[in-house]
């Protein structure tokens, strides 16, 4: 008979974590296993392997320095980013749970990225004009396509909040559209333009055909829920037909779009960042960046002479 092992002390801290990220941070099972992922890594390089207890007073600000500066050779930026953010993230969570008596959470530097000190790539009022009217073909799979560009250019919604909806978050009666599956996992009620009203009927009228699936967009193959994948790859598809070359094309540029555009025409960054689903107004800081002509407005001090 084979002998199951008992879980070890760090897989029996980890499956606390995550289930802590779940209920306190609201966040989804994907997102939680990749912060379990990182802090596994530190934890293991920390801790021996066959280690029956975790002395937590081992765990010091120079530890966790000196573990990412470690770790900043042979990574990626991006990489070095969600490291920190879950060691920052399980700092807290030690002290909440009592394991710590200090949050250390402090102790870890942002950080940097060069691409946050630039401007944010989106679509310009033609592009994005050129891109819409790329959909001047008949079929099931356009009238499909074109819906699901127009969610993604109108209301800045992720792939897997177009790949979630279902046909009762609409409420055509109050012309609002209900997001639940989020990245937040927070609901969200968002105002349905009229344009994105009629092509999403117009394909749920004409294309979409019969299927089980509760799915909004659905595959016109097999009638299954469209993926976020799937919805990343035609929004690509749409950018090749309208022979846009813009940097990284996909659903994510235009969602970049939408919040530059509405920053732009005088929306407040608190605005953008409900619309967005932001939890946080830094994350949309950025899109202060596009507003050229607020900017402009902002004094400089009158040069003064200086005197010796």
């Keep these: 008979m084979k002998t199951i092992a008992p879980p070890s002390p760090i897989d029996v801290v980890l499956a606390e974590y995550q289930q802590h990220l779940s209920n306190a941070a609201g966040l989804t099972p994907a997102s939680c296993k ?14 021996k392997r066959n280690s029956l207890t975790l002395d937590w007073n ?20 991006s990489r070095l980013q969600c490291l920190a953010s879950a060691l920052r993230s399980f700092c807290r969570f030690l002290c909440v749970s009592g394991r710590c008596s200090m ?18 790539t989106y679509l310009s009022e033609s592009q994005l004009e050129q891109l819409l009217n790329s959909f001047d073909r008949q079929g099931h799979a356009v009238q499909r396509d074109h819906a699901i560009v127009l969610c993604l250019s109108r209301l800045g919604l992720r792939a897997g909040e177009v790949a979630g909806l279902n046909l009762e978050d609409i409420d ?29 009927a117009k394909y749920l009228k004409e294309s979409r055909g019969k299927s ?30 309208a022979h846009l070359t813009t940097p990284h094309p996909g659903a ?9 555009h ?3 025409r005088g929306a407040s960054l608190k605005a953008v960042a409900d619309l967005l689903g932001h939890r946080s107004l830094n994350t949309t800081q950025v899109y202060a960046k596009v507003n050229l002509p607020m900017l402009r407005e902002i004094p400089l001090p009158w040069p003064q002479e200086v005197r010796k």
């Excluded at 081992?58 to 930026?77: F, K, N, P, Q």
């Excluded at 949050?103 to 944010?120: F, H, K």
């Excluded at 994510?252 to 530059?260: D, E, G, K, P, Q």
């Design 34 to 47: 990749a912060q379990a992922f990182y802090v596994r890594s530190f934890l293991s390089a920390q801790f």
């Design 58 to 77: 081992e765990i010091t600000a120079a530890v966790l320095l000196d573990y990412l500066r470690t770790e900043r050779a042979g990574h990626s930026l």
């Design 103 to 120: 949050d250390l959470s402090g102790a870890l530097p942002q950080v940097g990225s060069q691409e946050q000190a630039e401007l944010p």
């Design 172 to 200: 055509w009666r109050n012309g609002t559209l209900r997001l639940a599956k989020t990245k937040g996992r927070r609901v969200r009620h968002l105002p349905l333009p009229a344009a994105v009203g009629r092509a999403v």
């Design 212 to 241: 089980a699936s509760r799915a909004v967009f659905i595959s016109l193959r097999n009638g299954g829920r469209l993926s976020s994948n799937a919805v990343s790859a035609l929004t690509v598809t749409a950018f090749q037909r």
């Design 252 to 260: 994510r540029r235009l969602r970049h779009t939408v919040a530059s």
């Design 262 to 264: 509405l920053v732009q």
